[in-house]
């Protein structure tokens, strides 16, 4: 089962409503309330075609489905990131990132005419669709759980329990508010019997530093500006990772790869 499955399975109950948009019948822009919209809502076309993966058309899979999630990943040599969608031959009103070849987003909802709201990490942009920004389904690794998968789908399971959780500094309840530290010694101390630091820095020092390559489940991911490390994720599967973000966003689930880590930890063994 896919993460966006698990995260469907889990949290569907909290689902708002979306206001009309893609041209393919989809959900459109989900409202800014709709947290797990922004999770699980994968864009579903191309304005010039509908692409195929394993023999199913965008138009089949739509956004929204749990079918798989996706990214939007720049073939060409940059692209635009928008803070708005813009019309044709009209010049964006902003540009908020310029993208180089190679760099993904996650696709976070399909407006419609080949625009895509991609997530930035802190914050969100659109990018139009094109031979330089071209949409790919992220594929499920079979065998990223390992030898201790129920472990680590305990702890996977337990942390998208908390999706959309507030966020409080200094926090060690997500039931109460929760900083990122707190929220991985939280769920790895309930879930596996862990016990960590409540520190981003001093949780680096656990463990077992692995490589991106060795990643699993219940793995710590670590970002940080320069040579210190500020922030920690808990890697749950399929190029995600959950933590508790800051208080305007509180718990979240993003793209792994959204900020550039720093390091990557195994608490829970080989």
């Not at 808990?234 to 208080?247: P, R």
Request: hydrophobic share 40%; charged share 15%.
């Amino acid at each position: 089962m896919s993460i966006v499955s698990k995260v469907s399975a889990v949290m569907g109950k909290l689902v708002r409503g979306g206001t009309p948009g893609g041209a393919l019948g989809g959900p459109g822009r989900q409202t800014q309330g709709s947290w797990f919209g922004k999770i699980v809502a994968a864009a579903a076309f191309a304005a010039f075609s509908l692409p195929v993966f394993a023999g199913v058309a965008y138009a089949d899979i739509g956004p929204g489905f749990a079918q798989g999630n996706y990214v939007v990943i720049i073939e060409g040599i940059q692209a635009e990131i928008a803070a708005e969608p813009y019309g044709f031959g009209q010049a964006p009103s902003e540009t908020l990132y310029t993208a180089g070849q190679g760099d993904e987003f996650a696709a976070v909802s399909d407006l419609g005419d080949g625009w895509i709201e991609v997530d930035l990490g802190d914050g969100y942009g659109y990018i139009l669709l094109s031979e330089a920004a071209q949409l790919s389904m992220v594929e499920e690794d079979p065998d990223a759980q390992g030898g201790d998968g129920d472990l680590r789908q305990a702890v996977t399971q337990l942390a998208l329990q908390f999706v959309g959780g507030r966020y409080r500094y200094g926090g060690t309840d997500p039931n109460r508010g929760v900083d990122c530290s707190g929220f991985t010694s939280y769920v790895l101390k309930n879930a596996a019997g862990v016990d960590l630091p409540h520190s981003s820095a001093a949780q680096a020092g656990a463990g077992k530093a692995i490589s991106p390559e060795e990643i699993q489940p219940g793995d710590l991911v670590f970002y940080g500006n320069g040579r210190r490390i500020n922030h920690v994720a808990l890697y749950i599967g399929d190029g995600m990772v959950a933590s508790a973000s800051n208080e305007r966003n509180g718990i979240i689930v993003t793209q792994w790869t959204y900020r550039t880590p720093m390091k990557i930890v195994s608490v829970l063994g080989a």
